[in-house]
């Protein structure tokens, strides 16, 4: 007997995208394979790494431990969806790449939504709240003193 | 790995999601979904039917009065957190919700599904059972209270039925002139505490909470104990286990320090 799908309508970057997946299908899975944005990373698939973090209604959530079908009205925003329209990077974009911020870029497209949504609620943290604002994410490469950095350069270009 | 297989539900009434719960006796909860589905995708739980309760009207809300904090179940720890009225009303609340995981986790974790989650390693529960608090559970014959004294009965387990649902939490106000204090010690911050304790200081009496050192949520009685005394009064009514996280005799060095430093943070002897 084949699994049942379900219909599911999931807003993300501003397009509305029209699925069939079983009720199963991680919110990750949906991005990377039914939607193709594989800009969503999936490390550890139980919600301690944050490669998979995107933004719901602006707020961060692990992508990895949601369900497609619970995502149903929210509108989700993934590292795809945060430089302009004609390829601008972000200012927090712009800070990774000016700072050195990464190296195999893994976990990047986690630490970049984060940091989005982070300094929108806090746009001048001070270095204590710049490492607590990533303190969710694992980077495996960077030891995190670039990355902290690229938090405070944001900042300073105006998150 | 991923989930297996489930039918999934997601209500827009109360009665719907009660009647989908006891259609199936295999049926579970979905809140968060921040501690349950990390268990489905490493399989050690699959469920038949998930009811999905985020579609549920009125179970949002952070409700404070001069008694207390009631949080509904889909409120967020992220809002219980940033509750300046809760904080105000039961500021053990804020203490301890600043070390439940990370942010991001905060964002999408429910306070309530914390608490049913009887996990005694967070922080939820053991707050809950120090301030004497209590859930409001439906079910299909109707709504009950559970006080947190009868809430929870072992490991990861809960007095709810399956059929029920709980509606909110509510967590008594402190006492005019009470104190508290929060610590716990972690190998990051936002981990799983290896050991947390907190203190009740409220009309002559100290009472202290521990995280991650028994089955359960565990409360002791340490009023007239002299300050030099605490950690081993602690220690006379607990056990604390080893395990890969943290040895026995690791954790029973953890309750005397912690134990020390959150009374005397309470009672402004520091
Ligand atoms: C990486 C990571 C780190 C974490 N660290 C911590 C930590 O340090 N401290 C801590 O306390 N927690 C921690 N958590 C868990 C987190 O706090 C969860 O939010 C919480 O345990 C469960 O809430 P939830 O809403 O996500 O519940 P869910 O995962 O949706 O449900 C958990 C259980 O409760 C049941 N349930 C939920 N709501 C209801 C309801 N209203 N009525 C009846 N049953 C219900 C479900 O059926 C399920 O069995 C961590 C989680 C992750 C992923
Ligand atoms: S893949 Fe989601 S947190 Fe690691
Ligand atoms: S840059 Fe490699 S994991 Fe972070």
């Known amino acids: 007997m084949s699994e049942p799908l379900l219909e599911v309508q999931l807003s993300v970057n501003g397009v509305v995208h029209?699925?069939?997946v079983p009720a199963r299908r991680l919110l990750s899975d949906a991005l990377r394979h039914d939607l193709g944005l594989t800009g969503t990373h999936v490390g550890c698939e139980h919600g301690v790494c944050g490669a998979c973090t995107v933004l719901a209604d602006g707020r961060p959530v692990r992508a990895c431990l949601m369900f497609a079908v619970s995502a149903v009205g929210l509108n989700l925003t993934t590292v795809e969806g945060l430089?302009?329209?004609d390829g601008t990077l972000s200012n927090?974009?712009?800070a990774f790449a000016e700072c050195h911020g990464l190296q195999c870029g893994f976990?990047?497209?986690?630490f970049l939504t984060t940091i989005t949504a982070g300094l929108r609620d806090n746009p001048q943290p001070t270095h204590e709240q710049a490492r607590d604002m990533i303190a969710g994410n694992l980077c495996r490469c960077t030891g995190y003193q670039n990355i902290v950095k690229a938090v405070e350069r944001a900042a300073e270009l105006g998150a | 790995m991923k989930p297996a297989p489930f039918d999934y539900v997601r209500p827009g009434?109360?009665?719907?999601?009660?009647?989908?719960?006891s259609g199936d006796p295999g049926a579970k909860v979905l809140a968060g979904g921040q501690s349950l589905v990390p268990l489905l995708s490493m399989r050690l739980a699959a469920p038949s039917r998930l009811v999905d309760i985020?579609?549920?009207p009125g179970l949002d809300e952070v409700t404070v009065s001069p008694g207390g904090v009631r949080v509904g179940a889909l409120a967020r720890h992220a809002d219980v957190l940033t509750h300046e009225e809760a904080a105000r009303v039961q500021p053990l609340l804020r203490l301890a919700l600043s070390h439940v995981a990370h942010a991001t986790i905060r964002n999408r974790g429910t306070t309530v599904g914390s608490i049913v989650h009887a996990d005694s390693a967070a922080e939820l529960p053991m707050v809950l059972?120090?301030?004497g608090g209590s859930v409001e559970v439906v079910g299909p014959s109707g709504t009950r209270t559970i006080p947190a004294s009868e809430l929870y009965v072992g490991p990861l387990e809960s007095s709810l039925a399956h059929d029920e649902i709980a509606t909110s939490a509510s967590f008594p106000a402190l006492a005019p002139g009470g104190r508290v204090a929060f610590a716990e010690i972690a190998r990051r911050h936002g981990d799983y505490a290896l050991v947390g304790a907190a203190a009740l200081v409220e009309g002559g009496t100290v009472k202290v909470g521990y995280v991650s050192v028994s089955d359960v949520p565990v409360v002791v009685d340490l009023?007239?104990?002299p300050v030099k005394d605490l950690g081993e009064a602690a220690l006379a009514r607990l056990e604390p286990a080893g395990d890969i996280h943290a040895t026995a005799a690791y954790r029973a060095q953890l309750v005397r320090v912690l134990t020390e430093r959150v009374v005397r943070e309470a009672t402004g002897d520091e």
């Open chain 1, 18 to 20: 029209d699925l069939r």
């Open chain 1, 83 to 85: 430089a302009g329209a």
């Open chain 1, 92 to 94: 927090v974009q712009q």
């Open chain 1, 107 to 110: 976990c990047t497209p986690g």
């Open chain 2, 13 to 21: 009434s109360l009665e719907d999601a009660l009647a989908a719960l």
């Open chain 2, 54 to 56: 985020n579609g549920l």
């Open chain 2, 129 to 131: 059972t120090l301030l």
């Open chain 2, 223 to 225: 009023s007239g104990v």
